[in-house]
Every structure is written in C-alpha cells, then in structure tokens.
C-alpha cells in the first residue's frame, strides 16, 4: 500500500501593502485558531474515542453519535481526492435504503464512510473508518448499516467483503514469527518470562500525558532479549468502579530499532474480541493476542515516524522508555514489522528533514512526514507543541490555556507566542503538511499605510 506523500509547494505570496510584523495578533480574543478541520475531531484508541486535540475521552450517546458519524462522513469526504471522490458520489447517488430515521441516517453514513475508505487507499480515510466504526460500536455494526442500506452488492462491486466471508478474527501466531524474522523481541508472557522488569508506577504524572482518558493508574514494564531487541509495555487503568478491564500496549523492536511490533490485550473470539483482565492477560502468551489489523485499535494512527515510542524527554515514562534505546535519533523511519505484504497493513513515513541546528522543531528530532488529516497532527503533533515541546517551555501541567501554539491559515501566531518565534517555521511546515496545502509565512498587511 501506497500513500502519497506530498511535497512542500514553494511558497506564493499574496503580498498587498506593506510587511508588518511577523506575528498576527489581531487574532487576540477571537482566541482559537482551528489546529484541524473542525469536522476531523475524532480519533480512536484503547476502545474509547478521543476529542482531538484535546486528548479528552468522548462519551458517546444516541443523540451525538448521529452527529458525530455525519461529522465523520463529512471529514472523510474533505479528504478524497477530486477522482476518487466522483466514485463516492456515483456510489451514494445509487444507495437504496432510507434515510429517513436518525438510526437510519446513521446507517447511511456509515456506509458512505465505508465507500469512501474502498475508493480510496488514504490512510487518513482508514483511521477515520475506525473512529465511525467503533462509533457505531464495532465491525459487526458496519456490516448491519451495509445491509440496513441494501448496499451489499454495490460494494461489493468495489472489493467489499462481510466479515464471515473473511473467516474468524486471526490469533497472532504468524504475526509473532513474522515480527521474529525481522529480529523483533517477542517475550513470554509477562507472570512466566523473567526477561520482564518489575513494574514501575507512573500515576503521580498521568495528567500530563496526551492522551487523558480519565487514568486513575499507569504502569509501565520493559523487556530485553539475547539479541538487543527489546519492549516498552505500558499499562493504563481507569477506577475500579468503571469495571472496564485495563488497555496494555506493547511495543518491541529489533536492536537497531528499525522494526517495531505492537500488541494489544486483546484476545480474538469468533467474529468478536474480548479486552483481556489483567490476571488473563499476564499469563496469556503474545501468539494468543488478535492479530493487530483485526483488532479495532489502530496503532499507526499515532506511532508513527523515525521512532515508534511517543517520549516526553521530562517524563518518568520517558526517562525509562530512553533508557532502552541504542540508535534511535540515527535512524530515519521505523517499519511496522510482521505484515509481510498483507493489504491493509499500517503505514509509516519517512522524516520531514534530518534533524538539523538551527531548524525550530526539527533541531533536535525529526517528524514524521504525514499525508493530509492524518490523527498523528491533532493527537500528537498539536498536542506536543501546546504540552511538552520544545521541552521546558510549558508549565508542567497542561492548563488548557488558550490560544494554541500553531499558526492560523495565512502561517500567522498569536503575539503571546512570540518567544518562540524561532520555532515558526517549523510550525509552518508540520501544519502545511497536516492540511495538505502550504501554509505561507506570514505577511501583515499594515492597514493604516494602504492607500
Ligand atoms: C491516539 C494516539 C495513540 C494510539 C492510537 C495509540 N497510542 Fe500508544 N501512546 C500514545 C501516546 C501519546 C503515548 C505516550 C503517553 C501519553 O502521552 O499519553 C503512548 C504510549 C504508549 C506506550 C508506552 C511507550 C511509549 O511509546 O511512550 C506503549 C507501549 C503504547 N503506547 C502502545 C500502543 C499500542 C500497542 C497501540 C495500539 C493498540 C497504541 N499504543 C495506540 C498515543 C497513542
Ligand atoms: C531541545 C530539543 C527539542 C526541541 C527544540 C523540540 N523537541 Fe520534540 N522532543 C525532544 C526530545 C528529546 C523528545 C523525545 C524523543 C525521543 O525520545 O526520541 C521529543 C519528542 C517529541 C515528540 C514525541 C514524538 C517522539 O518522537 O517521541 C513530538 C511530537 C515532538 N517532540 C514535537 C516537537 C515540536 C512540535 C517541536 C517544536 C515546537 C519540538 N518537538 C521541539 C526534543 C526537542
């Protein structure tokens, strides 16, 4: 699989007056400068849905999920190029069933979700397939809303298949020999192989984590084996009283950190999974785990670029994530190990540029060079920038301050930023990538010398 990767445009100017300041602070009080399209604000992780930028978890009823699926339907059509795009309508001009219900309008959404991710190979497009999936409470959902729309055989048409026609959801048996030819780490499990550290306790600094989701307790373990290679596994839990079983990430690369594997606690069971407690799942062996492109999570939505870890270099996870490294900064781009040319697979990019001096974000690390609407921008790259980067500028805990570090549309930021002026540039080209569109530097037209 393919994704296109866009360059940067040289940029065009609309220069109409005189050059002011390079710092717009006209926008003072209207606040917000929109870090995304307002219709792309939702990401998927740990079985939950996430507000992006934010990082907050959504709850979701019967009255907003129908708004959020013709959010999400409106947000991938924003995202189909021109051809792909005269294919969906074609498509949706034929769609049979009724739209006439809420539940029905819904189910109609979906389904033109589902032609939008089938017309088009984006990856922007999957993950916001994931998101309306499991807003409308999983896989199975889909299916019914194709049906529900007696859209079977025009999909079908376009390489659509029901899940039983592909057969149960696979363990992650072949993905585990796989990611072992690749010379990934894989470890027993974590009561049985003595290769695991104990567990060190991170709950003193969940609250300043990206992704919030209400954590009352994180832990995280590493690994290392004979050859190098080694694991990061990190465990979040909400209260007790939720009852809902830990999410337990675990990420293992190779010992030159080019090939990473990730595993989720989660089991297969028939057409269905089942999120693992956390005494199944230290017993249970990482073959046992649903292989990660049937599991609703997905993982690339966020780990993506030279490193497969998401660090904050002033955390204690961080800390301890860094510890492990041997080459990572030296290597430009990580491969997803263990799909061996399955369709579908997740997909990394290549580095923005080298990390270079004198380059605002990119002087100390690179980024990963996204294609338009990718959930790595609100989630991780905006996220960043407001929280924990460049590192030791933001106060320790986020205070949900406005305005937001990253530039508007015509590449200006708010006057209160302007201490970080040298990062401008920067901000620029992470945000032209994002939108898919050049965002220029910013040029101030000093109105009261205009003729
Ligand atoms: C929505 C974005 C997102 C998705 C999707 C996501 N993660 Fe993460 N993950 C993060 C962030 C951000 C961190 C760092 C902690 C923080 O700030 O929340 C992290 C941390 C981790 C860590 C600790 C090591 C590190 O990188 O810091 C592991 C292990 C991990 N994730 C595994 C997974 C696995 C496995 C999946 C898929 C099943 C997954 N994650 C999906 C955002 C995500
Ligand atoms: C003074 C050095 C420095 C500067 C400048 C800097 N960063 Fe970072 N950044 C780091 C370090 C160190 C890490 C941890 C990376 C690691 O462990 O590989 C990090 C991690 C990140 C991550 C987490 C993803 C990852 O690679 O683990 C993001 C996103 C990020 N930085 C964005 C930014 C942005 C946006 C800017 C500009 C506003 C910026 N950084 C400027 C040092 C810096």
Known sequence: MIAPQRRLRSAILPVMGVVGAFIWSASQGTGQQEPTDARCKLAAAYSTIIMVPDGQELQVDDVSRTDLLSDVRACVESLLPPAALTTYRDTDAKLGGPPDTASQRQQRDLVRIEIAALVSPDVSIRQQRVVARRLAGGDEAATAAVRGQKADELLKVLGWAPPEVKGQKRDATQYVAACQSA????????????????????????????????????????????????????????????????????????????????????????????????????????????????????????????????????????????????????????????????????????????????????????????????????????????????????????????????????????????????????????????????????????????Q
Not at 223 to 244: F, H, I, P, W
Not at 313 to 333: A, E, F, H, N, Q
């Open 183 to 450: 010379g990934v780490a894989v470890p027993g499990p974590l009561a049985t192989d003595k290769g695991w550290s104990q567990p060190k306790t991170l709950d003193h600094e969940v609250e300043r984590y990206l992704i919030l989701n209400a954590w009352s307790s994180v832990n995280v373990w590493t690994y290392r084996d004979q050859g190098g290679g080694y694991c990061v596994m990190l465990k979040r839990e909400k209260a007790e009283s939720t009852g809902l079983p830990p999410a337990i990430g675990t990420i293992c690369v190779n010992a030159n950190e080019s090939h990473a594997c990730f595993f989720d606690n989660v089991v297969p069971e028939g057409q269905s999974d089942r999120r693992l407690g956390f005494e199944e799942f230290q017993s249970t062996a990482f073959s046992s785990l649903i292989y990660p492109l049937d599991g609703g999570d997905d993982c690339s939505s966020c780990h993506v670029g030279s490193n497969p870890f998401l660090v904050d270099p002033k955390s204690d996870l961080g800390t301890t994530v860094r510890k492990m490294y041997s080459k990572i900064g030296t290597v430009t781009s990580f491969t997803f190990a263990g799909f061996d040319g399955v369709s579908g697979s997740w997909y990394n990019f290549d580095s923005i540029k080298e990390a270079t001096p004198g380059t605002g974000c990119f002087e100390c690390h690179t980024l990963p060079h996204v294609t338009k609407g990718h959930r790595f921008c609100p989630t991780i790259a905006w996220k960043a920038a407001n929280t924990t980067m460049p590192p030791g500028h933001w106060q320790k805990k986020p205070t949900g301050r406005r305005p937001e570090f990253w530039p508007d549309s015509r590449g200006c930021f708010d006057s209160s930023m302007a201490d970080l002026d040298s990062f401008f540039e920067s901000m620029r080209q992470i945000r032209s990538l994002c939108d898919g569109t050049e965002i220029p530097a910013c040029i101030i037209v000093d109105e009261s010398r205009r």
